[in-house]
T-cell receptor
Framework: GENVEQHPSTLSVQEGDSAVIKCTYS??????FPWYKQELGKRPQLIID?????GEKKDQRIAVTLNKTAKHFSLHITETQPEDSAVYFC?????????FGKGTSLLVTP | GAGVSQSPSNKVTEKGKDVELRCDPI?????LYWYRQSLGQGLEFLIY????????KSGLPSDRFSAERTGGSVSTLTIQRTQQEDSAVYLC??????????????FGPGTRLTVL
């Protein structure tokens, strides 16, 4: 099955700086890569996703890049704000479900 | 519109007791998933429903865990003879399309289970 590795496990940045979270996957047939944000005590919410027919996707301050050859994809958050503080999870399809990375705890300090 | 809902939000039980966790998916969503999130960990897949059938039960950790879905809607996850290692947040998710993990999954708020 699919194996998803996520790094770093924790990330601390100053407000206004950029944050980058990286994930690798093992199944070269995977074609869909979502990113979820989970605030403390809340449900995971999809913030952006990318499909294997494109290399980059942007939505305001958030972007995701995909390198199919290297089998890795990354989340980029620019101009970080304190409300970006949360745990971020990457995922890739594994059979019928998603296989999630172990999460990155992002802290944005004012 | 209404999102995925789960009940109860919190459940404290004694070791050895049975518990039932409920999930109400978004109306019209064919696919339903159960995941488990242990403290500080990622989301661990448990079971997938396509309509009322469960073609993938591979994530259920033991035969103490079972789930059903009725009317293509509500699902119940049952844990029998609970153990302390069952303590976790149990998350339900649903998506419109069945048979594809590439359709957006919408998560419920979870049930926090504590086994004493």
């Amino acid at each position: 099955g699919e194996n998803v590795e996520q790094h770093p496990s924790t990330l601390s940045v100053q407000e206004g700086d950029s944050a980058v979270i990286k994930c690798t996957y093992s199944d070269s047939a995977s074609n869909y890569f979502p990113w979820y944000k989970q605030e403390l005590g809340k449900r995971p919410q999809l913030i952006i996703d990318i499909r294997s027919n494109v290399g980059e996707k942007k939505d305001q301050r958030i972007a995701v890049t995909l390198n199919k050859t290297a089998k890795h994809f990354s989340l980029h958050i620019t101009e970080t704000q304190p409300e970006d503080s949360a745990v971020y999870f990457c995922a890739a399809p594994s059979g019928y479900a998603l296989n999630f990375g172990k999460g990155t705890s992002l802290l944005v300090t004012p | 519109g209404a999102g995925v809902s789960q009940s109860p939000s919190n459940k404290v039980t004694e070791k050895g007791k049975d518990v039932e966790l409920r999930c109400d998916p978004i109306s019209g969503h064919t696919a339903l998933y159960w995941y488990r999130q242990s403290l500080g960990q990622g989301l661990e897949f448990l079971i997938y429903f396509q309509g009322n059938s469960a073609p993938d039960k591979s994530g259920l950790p033991s035969d103490r865990f079972s789930a059903e879905r009725t009317g293509g809607s509500v699902s119940t996850l049952t844990i029998q003879r609970t153990q302390q290692e069952d303590s976790a947040v149990y998350l339900c998710a649903s998506s419109f399309l069945a048979g594809s993990a590439s359709d957006t999954q919408y998560f419920g708020p979870g049930t926090r289970l504590t086994v004493l």
